[in-house]
Protein backbone atom coordinates (compact mmCIF):
# COMPACT_ATOMS: atom_id res chain seq x y z
CA UNK A 1 0.00 0.00 0.00
CA UNK A 2 2.99 2.19 0.12
CA UNK A 3 1.97 5.14 -2.43
CA UNK A 4 4.10 7.92 -0.41
CA UNK A 5 6.26 8.80 -3.22
CA UNK A 6 3.28 10.89 -4.01
CA UNK A 7 2.86 12.63 -1.09
CA UNK A 8 4.60 15.78 -0.04
CA UNK A 9 6.33 16.76 3.06
CA UNK A 10 3.77 19.37 4.43
CA UNK A 11 0.58 16.98 3.26
CA UNK A 12 -0.56 19.82 1.03
CA UNK A 13 -1.05 18.95 -2.90
CA UNK A 14 2.37 19.84 -4.51
CA UNK A 15 2.12 21.52 -7.86
CA UNK A 16 3.96 18.63 -9.21
CA UNK A 17 0.88 16.85 -9.14
CA UNK A 18 1.52 14.47 -6.41
CA UNK A 19 -0.59 12.96 -3.68
CA UNK A 20 -0.84 13.93 0.01
CA UNK A 21 -1.49 11.33 2.35
CA UNK A 22 -4.73 12.39 2.61
CA UNK A 23 -5.90 12.62 -0.88
CA UNK A 24 -4.71 8.89 -1.09
CA UNK A 25 -6.78 7.61 1.18
CA UNK A 26 -9.56 9.39 -0.49
CA UNK A 27 -8.78 8.32 -3.74
CA UNK A 28 -8.48 4.87 -2.83
CA UNK A 29 -11.94 4.43 -1.02
CA UNK A 30 -13.73 5.80 -3.68
CA UNK A 31 -12.44 5.62 -6.81
CA UNK A 32 -11.69 3.34 -9.76
CA UNK A 33 -8.56 2.32 -10.85
CA UNK A 34 -9.64 0.28 -13.64
CA UNK A 35 -12.80 -0.94 -15.75
CA UNK A 36 -15.49 -1.27 -12.60
CA UNK A 37 -15.73 -5.08 -13.79
CA UNK A 38 -12.14 -5.92 -12.59
CA UNK A 39 -12.34 -3.98 -9.29
CA UNK A 40 -13.27 -6.74 -6.51
CA UNK A 41 -14.27 -4.12 -3.77
CA UNK A 42 -16.48 -1.33 -5.16
CA UNK A 43 -15.63 1.91 -3.99
CA UNK A 44 -17.58 4.23 -1.74
CA UNK A 45 -20.27 6.27 -3.18
CA UNK A 46 -20.48 9.84 -2.20
CA UNK A 47 -23.23 9.26 0.36
CA UNK A 48 -21.05 6.21 2.01
CA UNK A 49 -18.12 8.77 1.80
CA UNK A 50 -19.93 11.37 3.73
CA UNK A 51 -20.86 8.78 6.61
CA UNK A 52 -17.45 7.00 6.89
CA UNK A 53 -15.92 10.23 6.78
CA UNK A 54 -17.98 12.27 9.70
CA UNK A 55 -17.26 8.30 11.70
CA UNK A 56 -13.43 8.95 11.36
CA UNK A 57 -14.05 13.04 12.48
CA UNK A 58 -15.92 11.88 15.21
CA UNK A 59 -12.70 9.52 16.39
CA UNK A 60 -10.12 12.29 15.59
CA UNK A 61 -9.17 10.07 12.91
CA UNK A 62 -8.63 11.52 8.98
CA UNK A 63 -8.35 8.85 6.19
CA UNK A 64 -4.43 9.41 6.03
CA UNK A 65 -4.33 7.70 8.96
CA UNK A 66 -5.29 4.83 7.80
CA UNK A 67 -2.34 4.46 5.35
CA UNK A 68 -0.72 1.97 8.08
CA UNK A 69 0.28 -1.49 7.76
CA UNK A 70 -2.97 -3.35 8.94
CA UNK A 71 -5.72 -0.33 9.69
CA UNK A 72 -7.82 -2.87 11.12
CA UNK A 73 -7.34 -1.44 14.76
CA UNK A 74 -8.39 2.03 13.66
CA UNK A 75 -11.55 0.44 12.13
CA UNK A 76 -13.00 -0.88 15.73
CA UNK A 77 -15.98 0.25 16.30
CA UNK A 78 -17.23 0.94 12.88
CA UNK A 79 -20.56 -0.77 12.01
CA UNK A 80 -22.40 0.04 8.83
CA UNK A 81 -24.91 -2.46 6.88
CA UNK A 82 -23.55 -1.17 3.51
CA UNK A 83 -19.99 -0.78 4.63
CA UNK A 84 -17.86 -3.84 6.04
CA UNK A 85 -14.65 -3.33 7.52
CA UNK A 86 -13.80 -5.99 5.16
CA UNK A 87 -14.29 -3.77 2.14
CA UNK A 88 -12.73 -0.61 3.56
CA UNK A 89 -9.73 -2.74 3.92
CA UNK A 90 -9.57 -4.25 0.67
CA UNK A 91 -10.13 -0.96 -1.03
CA UNK A 92 -6.94 0.78 1.11
CA UNK A 93 -4.80 -2.39 -0.14
CA UNK A 94 -5.24 -1.13 -3.69
CA UNK A 95 -2.20 1.39 -3.52
CA UNK A 96 -0.22 -0.46 -6.40
CA UNK A 97 -3.10 0.39 -8.74
CA UNK A 98 -3.65 3.54 -7.61
CA UNK A 99 0.52 4.57 -7.73
CA UNK A 100 0.34 2.86 -11.54
CA UNK A 101 -2.99 4.59 -12.29
CA UNK A 102 -1.57 7.94 -11.24
CA UNK A 103 1.79 7.45 -13.19
CA UNK A 104 -0.52 7.22 -16.22
CA UNK A 105 -2.65 9.66 -15.80
CA UNK A 106 -0.23 12.26 -14.55
CA UNK A 107 2.05 11.85 -18.14
CA UNK A 108 -1.14 12.51 -20.15
CA UNK A 109 -1.60 15.67 -17.76
CA UNK A 110 -4.18 14.55 -15.79
CA UNK A 111 -4.37 15.90 -12.20
CA UNK A 112 -6.16 15.18 -9.08
CA UNK A 113 -8.35 17.09 -6.72
CA UNK A 114 -10.07 15.89 -3.49
CA UNK A 115 -12.96 17.54 -0.92
CA UNK A 116 -10.23 18.55 1.25
CA UNK A 117 -7.70 20.34 -1.19
CA UNK A 118 -8.23 24.07 -1.48
CA UNK A 119 -8.94 24.50 -5.29
CA UNK A 120 -11.91 21.98 -4.43
CA UNK A 121 -14.71 24.02 -6.09
CA UNK A 122 -16.64 25.69 -3.59
CA UNK A 123 -20.07 25.86 -5.25
CA UNK A 124 -20.20 22.05 -5.21
CA UNK A 125 -19.71 22.19 -1.47
CA UNK A 126 -21.96 25.15 -1.05
CA UNK A 127 -25.36 23.58 -3.05
CA UNK A 128 -24.50 19.63 -3.20
CA UNK A 129 -22.93 19.04 0.14
CA UNK A 130 -21.83 15.29 0.90
CA UNK A 131 -23.07 14.42 -2.43
CA UNK A 132 -20.28 16.81 -4.17
CA UNK A 133 -18.30 13.95 -5.44
CA UNK A 134 -15.14 13.15 -2.82
CA UNK A 135 -12.34 13.22 -5.85
CA UNK A 136 -12.22 15.11 -9.34
CA UNK A 137 -10.21 14.18 -12.12
CA UNK A 138 -9.15 16.97 -14.45
CA UNK A 139 -6.66 18.78 -16.55
CA UNK A 140 -6.13 22.42 -17.55
CA UNK A 141 -6.35 25.30 -14.97
CA UNK A 142 -7.50 24.09 -11.77
CA UNK A 143 -8.05 27.78 -11.00
CA UNK A 144 -11.12 28.05 -13.17
CA UNK A 145 -13.03 25.32 -11.00
CA UNK A 146 -14.29 28.25 -9.12
CA UNK A 147 -14.66 30.65 -12.22
CA UNK A 148 -18.43 30.29 -12.25
CA UNK A 149 -20.18 31.14 -15.60
CA UNK A 150 -23.21 30.12 -17.77
CA UNK A 151 -24.28 26.31 -17.45
CA UNK A 152 -25.52 25.92 -21.43
CA UNK A 153 -27.35 22.43 -21.89
CA UNK A 154 -28.97 20.73 -24.85
CA UNK A 155 -29.85 17.92 -26.97
CA UNK A 156 -26.74 16.31 -28.86
CA UNK A 157 -28.64 16.17 -31.39
CA UNK A 158 -30.21 19.91 -31.84
CA UNK A 159 -31.23 21.60 -34.96
CA UNK A 160 -28.87 23.41 -36.93
CA UNK A 161 -30.71 26.79 -36.04
CA UNK A 162 -29.66 26.00 -32.11
CA UNK A 163 -26.48 25.09 -32.62
CA UNK A 164 -25.82 28.32 -34.62
CA UNK A 165 -27.52 30.19 -31.76
CA UNK A 166 -25.85 28.24 -29.15
CA UNK A 167 -22.22 29.46 -31.10
CA UNK A 168 -23.73 32.85 -30.48
CA UNK A 169 -24.03 32.48 -26.77
CA UNK A 170 -20.48 30.91 -26.32
CA UNK A 171 -18.69 33.81 -28.32
CA UNK A 172 -20.99 36.38 -26.35
CA UNK A 173 -19.98 35.12 -23.05
CA UNK A 174 -16.42 35.14 -23.98
CA UNK A 175 -16.52 38.87 -25.01
CA UNK A 176 -18.15 39.73 -21.83
CA UNK A 177 -15.52 37.73 -19.56
CA UNK A 178 -18.12 35.09 -18.85
CA UNK A 179 -17.02 31.42 -18.64
CA UNK A 180 -18.84 29.00 -20.17
CA UNK A 181 -20.25 25.82 -18.15
CA UNK A 182 -21.04 22.84 -20.09
CA UNK A 183 -20.93 19.13 -20.31
CA UNK A 184 -18.46 18.24 -23.47
CA UNK A 185 -20.85 16.42 -25.31
CA UNK A 186 -21.81 16.72 -29.05
CA UNK A 187 -24.61 19.06 -29.94
CA UNK A 188 -25.57 21.84 -27.41
CA UNK A 189 -22.32 21.26 -25.12
CA UNK A 190 -19.76 21.05 -27.00
CA UNK A 191 -20.63 24.03 -29.53
CA UNK A 192 -21.15 26.66 -26.62
CA UNK A 193 -17.76 25.68 -25.47
CA UNK A 194 -16.02 26.13 -28.62
CA UNK A 195 -17.75 29.14 -29.61
CA UNK A 196 -16.46 30.42 -26.24
CA UNK A 197 -12.88 28.87 -27.07
CA UNK A 198 -12.39 30.28 -30.44
CA UNK A 199 -13.11 34.07 -29.01
CA UNK A 200 -10.65 33.71 -26.04
CA UNK A 201 -13.19 32.89 -23.49
CA UNK A 202 -13.58 30.56 -20.56
CA UNK A 203 -14.46 27.00 -20.41
CA UNK A 204 -15.17 24.62 -17.56
CA UNK A 205 -15.84 21.01 -18.92
CA UNK A 206 -17.53 17.98 -16.87
CA UNK A 207 -16.94 15.26 -18.52
CA UNK A 208 -19.25 12.19 -18.15
CA UNK A 209 -16.61 10.15 -19.84
CA UNK A 210 -13.13 9.88 -21.69
CA UNK A 211 -11.06 12.27 -19.96
CA UNK A 212 -7.88 10.91 -20.63
CA UNK A 213 -9.02 11.21 -24.61
CA UNK A 214 -10.28 15.01 -23.92
CA UNK A 215 -7.18 15.92 -22.52
CA UNK A 216 -4.83 15.00 -25.63
CA UNK A 217 -7.38 15.51 -27.86
CA UNK A 218 -6.77 18.59 -30.01
CA UNK A 219 -10.42 19.49 -30.01
CA UNK A 220 -9.79 21.87 -26.25
CA UNK A 221 -6.00 22.07 -27.12
CA UNK A 222 -5.69 25.97 -27.55
CA UNK A 223 -8.03 26.36 -24.50
CA UNK A 224 -6.28 23.88 -22.85
CA UNK A 225 -2.62 25.32 -23.73
CA UNK A 226 -3.74 29.29 -22.84
CA UNK A 227 -5.18 28.26 -19.52
CA UNK A 228 -8.44 29.64 -20.89
CA UNK A 229 -9.78 25.53 -20.35
CA UNK A 230 -10.43 23.11 -17.64
CA UNK A 231 -11.83 19.87 -17.86
CA UNK A 232 -13.11 17.98 -14.92
CA UNK A 233 -14.41 14.57 -14.61
CA UNK A 234 -15.95 12.69 -11.16
CA UNK A 235 -15.67 9.36 -12.83
CA UNK A 236 -12.64 7.07 -14.14
CA UNK A 237 -10.57 8.97 -16.42
CA UNK A 238 -10.81 5.93 -18.53
CA UNK A 239 -14.40 5.21 -18.62
CA UNK A 240 -16.59 4.77 -21.64
CA UNK A 241 -19.88 6.27 -22.63
CA UNK A 242 -22.55 5.01 -19.51
CA UNK A 243 -26.04 6.98 -19.75
CA UNK A 244 -26.00 6.77 -15.51
CA UNK A 245 -22.68 8.88 -15.48
CA UNK A 246 -24.28 11.33 -18.23
CA UNK A 247 -27.40 11.80 -16.26
CA UNK A 248 -25.53 11.88 -12.63
CA UNK A 249 -22.67 14.35 -13.82
CA UNK A 250 -25.72 17.30 -14.94
CA UNK A 251 -26.29 17.88 -11.32
CA UNK A 252 -22.47 19.06 -11.51
CA UNK A 253 -22.73 20.71 -14.15
CA UNK A 254 -25.48 23.48 -13.03
CA UNK A 255 -24.19 23.68 -9.36
CA UNK A 256 -20.38 24.87 -10.90
CA UNK A 257 -22.07 27.57 -12.94
CA UNK A 258 -24.17 30.91 -11.52
CA UNK A 259 -26.69 30.70 -14.18
CA UNK A 260 -27.88 28.35 -16.75
CA UNK A 261 -29.56 28.51 -20.26
CA UNK A 262 -31.76 25.02 -22.04
CA UNK A 263 -31.29 25.34 -25.78
CA UNK A 264 -33.04 22.81 -26.57
CA UNK A 265 -34.80 19.96 -24.29
CA UNK A 266 -36.55 16.94 -25.51
CA UNK A 267 -39.80 15.41 -24.46
CA UNK A 268 -37.50 12.80 -22.26
CA UNK A 269 -33.78 12.25 -21.59
CA UNK A 270 -30.82 14.07 -19.67
CA UNK A 271 -31.48 17.70 -20.33
CA UNK A 272 -35.14 17.53 -18.84
CA UNK A 273 -34.21 15.20 -16.22
CA UNK A 274 -31.26 17.93 -15.28
CA UNK A 275 -32.90 21.15 -15.72
CA UNK A 276 -35.90 19.25 -13.54
CA UNK A 277 -33.47 18.69 -11.01
CA UNK A 278 -32.19 22.41 -11.25
CA UNK A 279 -35.54 23.69 -10.95
CA UNK A 280 -36.61 21.96 -7.52
CA UNK A 281 -33.35 22.36 -5.72
CA UNK A 282 -33.21 26.20 -6.89
CA UNK A 283 -29.44 25.80 -7.41
CA UNK A 284 -28.94 28.68 -10.62
CA UNK A 285 -31.49 30.40 -12.43
CA UNK A 286 -33.02 28.18 -15.24
CA UNK A 287 -33.39 30.52 -18.79
CA UNK A 288 -35.18 28.46 -21.56
CA UNK A 289 -34.50 29.68 -25.38
CA UNK A 290 -37.78 30.00 -27.21
CA UNK A 291 -38.44 27.45 -29.51
CA UNK A 292 -41.13 26.33 -32.35
CA UNK A 293 -39.88 22.33 -32.37
CA UNK A 294 -43.81 20.84 -31.09
CA UNK A 295 -41.78 17.94 -29.84
CA UNK A 296 -39.10 20.49 -27.46
CA UNK A 297 -39.68 20.45 -23.62
CA UNK A 298 -38.99 23.85 -23.65
CA UNK A 299 -42.10 25.32 -22.75
CA UNK A 300 -42.76 22.68 -20.14
CA UNK A 301 -39.67 23.96 -18.25
CA UNK A 302 -40.88 27.31 -18.38
CA UNK A 303 -44.11 26.44 -16.58
CA UNK A 304 -41.77 24.44 -14.04
CA UNK A 305 -40.33 27.91 -13.32
CA UNK A 306 -38.09 28.39 -16.11
CA UNK A 307 -37.86 31.94 -17.71
CA UNK A 308 -37.99 32.69 -20.78
CA UNK A 309 -34.94 34.04 -23.06
CA UNK A 310 -34.97 36.84 -25.62
CA UNK A 311 -35.30 35.59 -29.43
CA UNK A 312 -32.72 37.44 -30.62
CA UNK A 313 -28.93 36.84 -29.26
CA UNK A 314 -27.96 41.03 -29.73
CA UNK A 315 -31.08 41.90 -27.23
CA UNK A 316 -29.48 40.28 -23.94
CA UNK A 317 -26.54 40.37 -22.25
CA UNK A 318 -24.69 37.43 -20.53
CA UNK A 319 -24.26 38.93 -17.83
CA UNK A 320 -28.60 40.05 -17.28
CA UNK A 321 -28.56 36.08 -17.30
CA UNK A 322 -26.60 35.60 -14.37
CA UNK A 323 -27.70 39.18 -12.11
CA UNK A 324 -31.15 39.28 -12.75
CA UNK A 325 -31.78 37.10 -9.87
CA UNK A 326 -30.98 39.69 -7.27
CA UNK A 327 -27.53 38.81 -7.30
CA UNK A 328 -28.33 35.59 -6.09
CA UNK A 329 -25.31 34.16 -7.78
CA UNK A 330 -22.69 36.49 -5.41
CA UNK A 331 -24.27 34.63 -3.05
CA UNK A 332 -21.45 31.18 -3.36
CA UNK A 333 -19.40 31.25 -0.27
CA UNK A 334 -15.96 32.19 -0.25
CA UNK A 335 -14.50 29.69 1.69
CA UNK A 336 -15.86 26.03 2.13
CA UNK A 337 -14.30 23.82 4.80
CA UNK A 338 -14.20 20.32 4.85
CA UNK A 339 -13.49 17.36 7.09
CA UNK A 340 -10.01 17.08 6.50
CA UNK A 341 -9.23 20.12 4.66
CA UNK A 342 -5.68 22.26 6.06
CA UNK A 343 -5.27 25.73 5.41
CA UNK A 344 -2.55 26.21 2.49
CA UNK A 345 1.01 26.88 3.72
CA UNK A 346 3.77 28.68 2.34
CA UNK A 347 5.84 26.05 0.24
CA UNK A 348 9.05 27.32 2.29
CA UNK A 349 7.51 25.79 5.87
CA UNK A 350 7.61 21.58 6.46
CA UNK A 351 6.40 19.88 9.77
CA UNK A 352 9.63 20.53 11.64
CA UNK A 353 9.19 24.47 10.80
CA UNK A 354 5.82 25.41 11.30
CA UNK A 355 4.38 28.30 9.34
CA UNK A 356 3.59 31.66 10.83
CA UNK A 357 -0.07 31.49 12.90
CA UNK A 358 -3.04 32.09 11.04
CA UNK A 359 -4.18 35.40 11.48
CA UNK A 360 -8.00 36.43 13.75
CA UNK A 361 -9.83 37.10 10.36
CA UNK A 362 -8.82 34.32 8.86
CA UNK A 363 -10.60 31.81 11.49
CA UNK A 364 -13.76 34.03 11.44
CA UNK A 365 -14.02 32.92 7.73
CA UNK A 366 -17.95 31.41 6.96
CA UNK A 367 -16.63 27.69 6.63
CA UNK A 368 -19.66 25.20 6.48
CA UNK A 369 -17.90 21.12 6.79
CA UNK A 370 -19.49 18.59 5.02
CA UNK A 371 -20.09 17.32 8.48
CA UNK A 372 -22.15 19.57 9.24
CA UNK A 373 -23.84 19.20 6.04
CA UNK A 374 -24.78 15.40 6.93
CA UNK A 375 -26.35 16.21 10.44
CA UNK A 376 -27.93 19.10 9.10
CA UNK A 377 -28.51 18.43 5.29
CA UNK A 378 -32.32 19.17 5.09
CA UNK A 379 -31.59 23.17 6.40
CA UNK A 380 -29.38 23.99 2.70
CA UNK A 381 -31.94 26.96 2.80
CA UNK A 382 -29.85 28.56 5.16
CA UNK A 383 -26.81 28.68 2.75
CA UNK A 384 -28.80 29.82 -0.14
CA UNK A 385 -32.15 31.46 0.22
CA UNK A 386 -32.04 33.15 3.78
CA UNK A 387 -30.02 35.96 3.22
CA UNK A 388 -28.04 36.07 5.88
CA UNK A 389 -24.54 37.64 5.63
CA UNK A 390 -21.28 35.32 5.74
CA UNK A 391 -20.48 36.37 9.18
CA UNK A 392 -24.00 35.01 10.73
CA UNK A 393 -23.04 32.16 9.03
CA UNK A 394 -19.81 31.65 10.27
CA UNK A 395 -18.32 28.50 12.08
CA UNK A 396 -17.42 28.78 16.25
CA UNK A 397 -13.80 29.54 16.64
CA UNK A 398 -13.90 26.26 18.38
CA UNK A 399 -14.36 22.78 17.84
CA UNK A 400 -17.68 22.02 16.22
CA UNK A 401 -19.96 20.15 18.44
CA UNK A 402 -21.85 17.68 16.09
CA UNK A 403 -23.57 16.05 18.77
CA UNK A 404 -25.28 19.84 19.00
CA UNK A 405 -25.99 20.21 15.78
CA UNK A 406 -27.70 16.44 16.02
CA UNK A 407 -30.06 17.44 18.48
CA UNK A 408 -30.58 20.26 17.40
CA UNK A 409 -31.94 19.12 14.05
CA UNK A 410 -33.77 16.19 16.08
CA UNK A 411 -36.26 19.06 17.04
CA UNK A 412 -37.83 19.30 13.80
CA UNK A 413 -36.50 15.36 12.48
CA UNK A 414 -38.45 13.88 15.67
CA UNK A 415 -41.74 16.68 16.48
CA UNK A 416 -43.78 13.38 16.12
CA UNK A 417 -42.36 9.82 16.90
CA UNK A 418 -39.71 8.58 14.24
CA UNK A 419 -37.80 5.14 13.88
CA UNK A 420 -34.14 4.60 14.00
CA UNK A 421 -34.47 4.07 10.30
CA UNK A 422 -36.29 7.16 9.49
CA UNK A 423 -33.40 8.86 10.91
CA UNK A 424 -30.77 7.15 9.58
CA UNK A 425 -32.52 7.96 5.55
CA UNK A 426 -32.74 11.92 7.19
CA UNK A 427 -29.29 12.49 8.20
CA UNK A 428 -27.17 9.76 6.57
CA UNK A 429 -25.51 8.84 10.00
CA UNK A 430 -23.70 5.70 9.90
CA UNK A 431 -26.28 3.60 12.60
CA UNK A 432 -23.53 3.16 15.29
CA UNK A 433 -23.29 7.39 15.39
CA UNK A 434 -26.89 7.39 15.60
CA UNK A 435 -27.87 4.90 18.44
CA UNK A 436 -25.03 6.55 20.38
CA UNK A 437 -26.57 10.05 20.15
CA UNK A 438 -29.92 8.99 20.31
CA UNK A 439 -28.88 7.37 23.42
CA UNK A 440 -27.17 10.35 25.19
CA UNK A 441 -30.30 12.80 23.78
CA UNK A 442 -32.59 10.55 25.54
CA UNK A 443 -29.98 10.49 29.29
CA UNK A 444 -30.37 14.47 28.19
CA UNK A 445 -33.77 14.52 28.18
CA UNK A 446 -33.71 15.94 25.00
CA UNK A 447 -35.89 13.19 23.22
CA UNK A 448 -37.89 10.71 24.80
CA UNK A 449 -38.01 7.05 23.77
CA UNK A 450 -41.19 5.09 22.80
CA UNK A 451 -41.14 1.12 22.94
CA UNK A 452 -43.52 -1.58 21.18
CA UNK A 453 -42.31 -0.30 18.29
CA UNK A 454 -39.38 1.81 19.79
CA UNK A 455 -39.73 4.96 18.44
CA UNK A 456 -38.44 8.63 19.41
CA UNK A 457 -39.64 12.16 19.91
CA UNK A 458 -38.48 15.60 20.92
CA UNK A 459 -39.51 15.97 24.94
CA UNK A 460 -41.51 19.68 24.76
CA UNK A 461 -43.77 17.65 21.88
CA UNK A 462 -46.79 15.87 23.55
Known amino acids: ?9 DGSLPADGSLSPTAQATLLLTSYFSKASSESAKPLTNAEWGRFALWLKEKSTTPADLLVTDPKA ?3 GWHDARIGAERIIELLNRGHSLALAMEKWQRAGLWVVTRSDPEYPKRLKQRLKTNSPPVLFGCGNKALLNAGGLAVIGSRNASEADLAFTDKVGVKAAKEGIAIVSGGA ?5 TAMLGAMKQGGVLIGVMADSLLKAAT ?23 GFSAGNAMARNKYIYCLADSSLVIHSGKKGGTLNGAEENLKKAWVPLWVKQTTDKDAANADLVAKGGRWLEADTEAFKISELICNEGGRASQVKEQMGDLFSMPAQPELFTETEPGPEIEPEHKKEAVESETESIVNENQANIVVNSGKTAE ?10 FYQLFT ?18 STQLNKSQLTEWLKRAVDDEQ ?4 NRPVRYQVKNKK
Do not use: C
Request: overall charge negative; cysteine-free.
Open 408 to 425: SELQRLAEKPVTVEELIE
Open 217 to 239: SSKWRKGLMDDHAVLVSPFYPEA
Open 447 to 450: VKKI
Open 74 to 76: LLQ
Open 186 to 190: RGVDE
Open 1 to 9: MNVSRFSSA
Open 392 to 401: SDAAPSGPID
